[in-house]
């Protein structure tokens, strides 16, 4: 049965209403008072001091849809079905209060009598050594035994770090052979797109001492998430995330501005949905108070808004446009997150003063990319040629690496990150005489707009080269 992205959102809210759960709104982008994460990736990510009884929560049952980041999945992006940096996650959480028995009948319930999905796309995933999932979901739910595939750690056991952790059940959706990866050991648990994980429900009930120890706890949790995009992918029948009625919308905006189609080109479409993908990263990024710069979450936007750029190029855009794409991106969302209205100015300026400074970098750098490239023997590129790409014209690494890669070359990344540090000593030599540290690596157009609010250093530098 079709049914609309808004929708799906509000039935699973109503739905966990409907069982005692407190709905609140989603919670920023920016982790509050949480070094170890850069941005929140998750549901239960902004509420991990309910679950570890550092805060009382408002209720022992929440339901939220949280804005998702999970700069991990760029490389996924454009290339599986399933994978954007930013997605809505559903979830439904118990601390302390219901358990295994409820979360997963609800969840259950949810998929076949509210979505009616067929119960024989259905599979469930338990932990290897979960026998007491498996006695629930056959006996209870009434999950057929052939159904159900014991994984192992990797996959269904939820551990980081001492603390709360415990084993989890994963649903899948069955899309038929035409999505699979054809091998024989095709499955549930195979990476390619026939079967979809779309629901991770976690059944938190051990306290690790991180030294192999797992005493259950005496009041344990639940905590699920549901990619809202993936279960609109496949409630509405569509080949990928981007085809969503939602998300059609904004790939469509793309396609008017390219002058192109979607589905004509398959390389073309990996670039529309990565644009389509990486707007709406920046677009909710900068609404929470995210400003592009040169480390932790705003070099994530600024690599995130460049990348989208870059893929303009090759569709043939030769013009900034990635304020349409944005407004795009505000008009199919704003319904649920109202702060995209209130911010939408702002969205737009901090996107056209990066654009515009972006294409003065890419085409210079692009020009003398290409000579090297044409001069070459040899497929790696040097640290040296790097080096100077990124310092005479701020053409970013990866973007080197990236077209590089596209034609069949390599960068002598080592030789390029030495040269990159006696700069950086340098330049710091040279800053502190000048006293002007605090505004380093902003773009002139940008001085004057707040900074972002900093949290924490070493963790979103970390993060921030995954990109
Ligand atoms: P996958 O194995 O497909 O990468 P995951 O196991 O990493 O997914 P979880 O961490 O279990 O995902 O997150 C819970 C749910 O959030 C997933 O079942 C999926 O529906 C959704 N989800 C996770 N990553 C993404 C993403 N990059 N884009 C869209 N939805 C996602
Ligand atoms: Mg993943
Ligand atoms: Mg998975
Ligand atoms: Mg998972």
């Keep these: 049965q079709w049914m609309g992205l808004n929708e799906i959102r509000e039935k699973y809210l109503e739905f966990f209403e409907g069982k005692g759960h407190l709905r609140l709104p989603s919670f920023p982008l920016i982790p509050k008072d949480d070094n170890s994460l850069l941005l929140i990736n998750s549901g239960m990510a902004p509420m991990k001091k309910y679950f570890t009884g550092e805060v009382t929560p408002p209720r022992k049952r929440v339901t939220t849809c949280q804005k998702c980041i999970r ?13 954007g940096t930013f997605f809505e996650m559903l979830g439904n959480f118990s601390f302390g209060d219901y358990f295994k028995h409820e979360a997963t009948a609800w969840a259950w319930e949810f998929c076949t009598k509210v979505m ?21 979901w056959t006996k209870e739910v009434g999950v057929a035994a052939d159904h159900i595939v014991r994984l192992g750690k990797e996959d269904n056991f939820w551990e980081h770090g001492p603390g709360p952790c415990g084993p989890c059940s994963e649903i899948y959706f069955d899309r038929g052979p035409e999505h699979g990866c054809g091998k024989p050991t095709c499955g549930v648990g195979c990476d390619c ?50 085809l969503v009625d939602t998300m059609q919308n904004i790939i469509k905006k793309v396609c008017t501005i390219a002058g ?18 990486h ?55 704003c319904g649920a997150y109202p702060e995209l209205t209130e911010k939408k100015e702002m969205i737009q300026k901090v996107i056209s003063v990066e654009e515009e400074s972006f294409a003065k970098t ?28 990124s310092d005479t014209y701020g053409f970013p690494i990866d973007l080197t690496k990236e077209i590089a890669a596209e034609n069949g070359m390599t960068v002598d990344e080592e030789t390029y990150h030495q040269r990159m540090q006696e700069q950086r000593q340098t330049a710091r030599a040279a800053r502190k005489n000048a006293g002007a540290e605090s505004w380093a690596g902003e773009s002139d157009l940008l001085k004057g707009v707040p900074e972002t609010e900093f949290l924490g250093y070493r963790e979103q ?3 921030a080269k995954v990109l």
């Design 461 to 463: 530098t970390a993060q």
């Design 116 to 136: 009616e999905m067929p119960v024989d796309k259905l599979w469930v995933t338990i932990y290897q050594d979960d026998d007491e999932a498996f006695e629930v």
């Design 71 to 83: 700069t991990g999945d760029i490389e996924n992006v454009g290339i599986t079905d399933r994978h």
């Design 260 to 277: 192109t189609e979607y589905g004509k080109d398959k390389k073309k479409d990996i670039s529309i949905r990565v644009i389509t993908d």
């Design 193 to 242: 797109d026939r079967y979809v994980e779309f629901w991770n429900v976690v059944f938190s009930q051990f306290n690790s001492d991180g030294h192999g120890n797992y005493p259950p706890m005496e009041h344990p949790n639940i905590d699920t998430g549901m990619g809202l995009e993936r279960l609109a992918c496949v409630m509405q029948n569509v080949d990928n995330l981007f």
């Design 362 to 389: 890419i085409d210079q750098g692009t020009a003398m990319l290409n000579e090297i490239m044409e001069h070459h023997e040899g497929t790696v590129i040097s640290g040296e040629d790097a080096f100077k790409l």
């Design 279 to 333: 707007v709406r990263s920046v677009t909710f990024m900068i609404a929470d108070g995210i400003m592009p710069s040169n480390n932790g979450r705003g070099y994530v936007l600024r690599r995130l808004l460049r990348r989208a750029a870059r893929h303009g190029r090759l569709l043939g855009i030769d013009r900034s446009f990635l304020t349409e794409v944005a407004e795009s991106v505000i008009h199919e969302s």
